[in-house]
């Protein structure tokens, strides 16, 4: 789960919070299909009104709500999420009573307070976000008629049943701001403009989404992401990259920023990707400059698929989204710190830039000055260089100021530069994976294993129902599981081989003929849809054929994406030997919906399910395999590295840490380096290339029992070695700094732990980067012992860049003396 920064910028900041474990659902759960949807993305939207930060010890509304509920306003508490990842997964079943009382007798008056928050802030409307598939379960395609997001009379009907039910939980707890509750703005739909069907259904849906919004009464204005045509008072809002450029399409409406994307998801096959915290930051202060109002970071807390949740289709299980705290709560610096600064001169500009005149003056090649203006005695100046090439030396109300190629400096007074995007001064962190002391190496864990029972499904039996037809897998199996069976048989008049062609939509087809696997193949590099060849032997007389078709995520996004399929449709599927092809396609095709595991429940401890020791079969598809661990020392956050493993699902005690596929390389191709410098994209600064597409998986220390051995349960549906599966911790390894003369030095470790050395100190101008830097003349053994007794032994330290430092290094023939430090955690 992830959430928002609450910026303490000028006129306000949005706040949301995007779960990964959330679907729609109908208010009326009778009426519904007998099979529940996965859950899937969704977002929480509130707002909190841009203020002064309140005296120590006090707070109010939201503000409240987010400091009881992190640990030093950082790392978010896991225990609450899961719970509310139970509560989410009732409401996506439409079970609105037990998601309710859930708690019971077992939570703590905070985990109630999350619950309740939380459950009754879900969204505003069936399609809320981009990332979120907008949350729609897949029984929904089964209601006849049924269009998705478009005007649609079932769509309605079942959006406002949903919406109408959270705006009233919403108002029963009286959490709108009319009735002294935090929440200052509503949103209706998201990001229609990606989705919108041409002609008149679409504008007409956005009229009837307008419409109906204003009809809850909620006392609030409601705002619509990125829809340039909104009918009033909707207000339009923008998503993306950057968004100085944007301008609402009414002019008395403000100008919202509701997603700045830090970075971006990412796909099984594909490298990471990064947005460099200086584009970041550019791109905050030049909407500011811009006249913006308000905005909102997406994502600032990065989060994790768990269970089945992820979209896509192919989104990893990983959504950390290269936030300013990371996945598993960690900061991510500079990127945090960077952040942080940037709200910090921003904040010193409050006044100017809420109630200012503004005056723009633009002096060409890209460089230009914004003056807010207030009482002929408040002002502030932003002084901008947009060109990507070129830095520029800018002469402004008689001073000289030096302007990094695409940079902003913010200058609260319009006379002393306080910030500037391009020049990072905040500590980088270098994040390590550290070994699991409360256990020894990863060879020590003790495995048993059991094969997933194939017999009847590869021989045609327990099918659920019959068909003479290929069925499509998403309403066939209504997202039950991302496995479907499709059986068959067929009669050969003579012992022969012949070539098994199937044509399907994806995402992943195992084969079997006579009960043995003869092939799998799946989807690669967005070719979902794909034709599965392979020969087998076939017998005289009754050959059986068994698909087993999976599906890794479902689609989100795009115009009437109900009616995308998957699974093997349609066919054909056909037996080819010689000059005779054998069309299956219309046969009876028995299926049966999920794996025998999945339904015996074997990922739970329980006593009755048989597991084997010993030898351990490897590179054995559908093997299920289970160790025990112990819970690793101390509060760093816990992984699991998967690496030698193939493809498959992971739970601990019991609960899902979702899909694994570290077999899965990213290519090879796309990491080049990184400028900040020009428009960025999630293909510009990508790391990981040729490495698996994600090797560790979270586990949420609120999953683990501490003092009692834990249960790791993996089901490998392509082939793997547990024998490298190892449990590792997140934490701060090195920690680098720089600072100015006249400026102060800060260096911090988290997680309680402390500086064990200084590895460089430097005045000048080193060479290379944090984690690998080289001396660049101006080192001291006085001034790396005076660092080290400063900093060794404490969890942060600060030096001041005075005279008395500046001449420890023995560096007169420098022209920079700027501090660099490097530090191990």
Same mark, same amino acid.
């Given at each position: 789960m992830s959430l928002s920064h609450l910026s303490r910028s000028c006129k306000s900041t949005i706040a949301r919070e995007r779960s990964t474990t959330c679907a729609t659902c109908r208010k009326t759960p009778l009426s519904r299909p007998?099979?529940?949807?996965?859950?899937?993305?969704?977002?929480?939207?509130?707002?909190? +009104?841009?203020?002064s930060r309140p005296p120590e010890g006090k707070s109010d509304g939201l503000d409240l709500f987010l400091r009881e509920h992190t640990t030093k306003g950082l790392k978010v508490y896991h225990e609450e999420f899961m719970l509310i990842q139970k509560v989410f997964l009732f409401i996506s079943k439409g079970e609105y009573k037990q998601s309710a009382s859930i708690c019971g007798l077992t939570c703590s008056e905070k985990q109630k307070k999350v619950a309740l928050i939380l459950l009754r802030l879900i969204f505003f409307g069936m399609a809320m976000s981009l990332g979120a598939a907008r949350g729609v379960p897949a029984w929904l395609r089964k209601i006849p008629g049924m269009e998705f997001r478009t005007n649609n009379q079932q769509w309605k009907d079942e959006m406002a049943n949903f919406t109408t039910l959270i705006v009233d939980m919403i108002k029963k707890e009286r959490l709108f701001a009319p009735q002294g509750g935090p929440i200052i703005l509503a949103q209706i739909e998201n990001e229609y403009e990606y989705a919108m069907v041409p002609g008149d259904a679409g504008k007409e849906y956005i009229k009837w989404c307008a419409k109906f919004a204003e009809s809850l009464n909620v006392g609030l204005p409601w705002i619509m992401c990125q829809q340039s045509d909104a009918p009033q008072p909707m207000i339009n809002t923008c998503n993306n990259y950057y968004c100085d450029n944007f301008t609402p399409n009414n002019p008395n409406s403000p100008k919202?920023?509701?997603?700045?994307? $830090?970075?971006?998801?990412?796909?099984?096959?594909?490298?990471?990707?990064?947005r460099p915290a200086e584009d970041l930051a550019f791109a905050v202060a030049r909407?500011?400059?811009?006249?913006?109002? $308000?905005?909102?970071?997406?994502?600032?807390?990065?989060?994790?698929?768990?269970?089945?949740?992820?979209?896509?289709?192919?989104?990893?299980? =990983?959504?950390?989204?290269? +936030?300013?705290?990371?996945?598993?709560?960690?900061?991510?610096?500079?990127?945090?710190?960077?952040?942080?600064?940037?709200?910090?001169?921003?904040?010193?500009?409050?006044?100017?830039?809420?109630?200012?005149e503004v005056n723009n003056t633009d002096f060409g090649n890209g460089v230009a000055a914004t003056k807010f203006s207030y009482n002929a005695t408040v002002s502030g100046c932003f002084l901008s260089n947009a060109n990507q090439y070129f830095d520029a030396t800018l002469e402004y109300q008689g001073t000289k100021y030096f302007l990094p190629a695409w940079s902003v400096s913010i200058l609260p007074d319009c006379k002393q530069e306080v910030y500037n995007t391009a020049r990072v001064t905040t500590q980088t962190s270098i994040m390590v994976k550290k070994p699991n002391k409360a256990d020894d190496e990863a060879s020590d864990l003790k495995w048993s294993w059991r094969s997933e029972t194939l017999g009847s499904s590869v021989r045609g039996l327990g099918g659920n129902f019959t068909e003479n037809k290929l069925l499509e897998q998403i309403t066939t199996a209504v997202d039950e599981s991302d496995y479907l069976w499709y059986m068959t048989s067929v009669d050969i008049t003579h012992k022969q081989e012949m070539t098994l062609r199937v044509s399907t939509t994806g995402h992943v087809l195992h084969a079997f003929v006579n009960g043995q696997l003869v092939g799998s193949q799946y989807g690669r590099n967005g070719n979902l849809a794909f034709v599965f060849e392979q020969t087998a032997k076939f017998k005289a007389g009754k050959n059986h054929i068994s698909l087993l078709s999976v599906t890794v995520g479902l689609k989100n996004i795009g115009q009437h994406y109900e009616l995308d399929p998957a699974g093997i449709v349609g066919g054909p599927v056909q037996l080819i030997g010689g000059n005779i092809t054998i069309d299956l396609s219309t046969n009876a095709w028995s299926y049966k919906i999920g794996l025998d595991g999945e339904k015996t429940k074997v990922y739970l401890d329980n006593p009755d399910h048989k597991w084997f020791s010993g030898m351990i079969p490897t590179q054995r598809p559908f093997t299920w395999y289970k160790t025990t661990f112990e819970t690793p020392l101390g509060l760093d956050p816990v992984v699991v590295d998967l690496l030698g493993m193939g493809k498959g699902a992971a739970w601990v005690n019991g609960n899902s840490i979702g899909r694994f596929w570290p077999n899965y390389t990213a290519s090879a191709d796309g990491c080049n380096g990184c400028d900040y410098r020009g428009t960025y994209s999630s293909e510009k600064c990508q790391t990981g290339c040729g490495e698996p597409s994600q090797r560790w998986y979270h586990v949420p220390r609120?999953?683990?029992k501490p003092g009692e051995p834990n249960t790791l349960v993996l089901f490998e549906e392509a082939g793997g070695d547990p024998a490298q599966v190892d449990f590792q911790t997140v934490t701060v390894g090195t920690a680098c700094s720089t600072a100015e003369p006249g400026k102060t030095l800060n260096l911090s470790c988290q997680g309680g732990r402390t500086i064990s050395n200084?590895?460089? +100190?430097?005045?000048?101008?080193?060479?290379?980067?944090?984690?690998?830097?080289?001396?660049?003349?101006?080192?001291?053994?006085?001034?790396?012992?005076?660092?080290?007794?400063?900093?060794?032994?404490?969890?942060?330290?600060?030096?001041?860049?005075?005279?008395?430092? $500046?001449?420890?290094?023995?560096? =007169?023939?420098?022209?920079?003396?700027?501090?660099?430090?490097? +530090?191990?955690?």
């Open positions: 007998s099979r529940p949807a996965s859950p899937s993305y969704t977002s929480l939207t509130m707002a909190t +009104a841009c203020r919202f920023w509701t997603e700045n994307w $830090l970075g971006w998801f990412k796909h099984w096959g594909d490298p990471d990707p990064h909407f500011y400059q811009s006249k913006g109002t $308000l905005q909102n970071y997406y994502m600032y807390h990065g989060g994790t698929n768990f269970g089945r949740t992820p979209g896509g289709p192919y989104i990893t299980t =990983s959504y950390d989204y290269d +936030a300013p705290l990371d996945e598993y709560g960690n900061i991510k610096q500079p990127k945090w710190g960077h952040l942080k600064e940037l709200h910090a001169a921003l904040k010193l500009m409050e006044k100017s830039l809420t109630y200012g609120s999953f683990l200084i590895d460089f +100190a430097s005045l000048g101008d080193p060479k290379g980067t944090c984690g690998s830097y080289q001396k660049g003349g101006c080192e001291s053994d006085e001034l790396y012992s005076l660092i080290s007794e400063e900093c060794v032994g404490k969890e942060s330290c600060s030096i001041q860049i005075g005279e008395n430092l $500046l001449g420890k290094g023995n560096c =007169s023939n420098t022209s920079s003396k700027s501090l660099v430090v490097q +530090a191990t955690c």
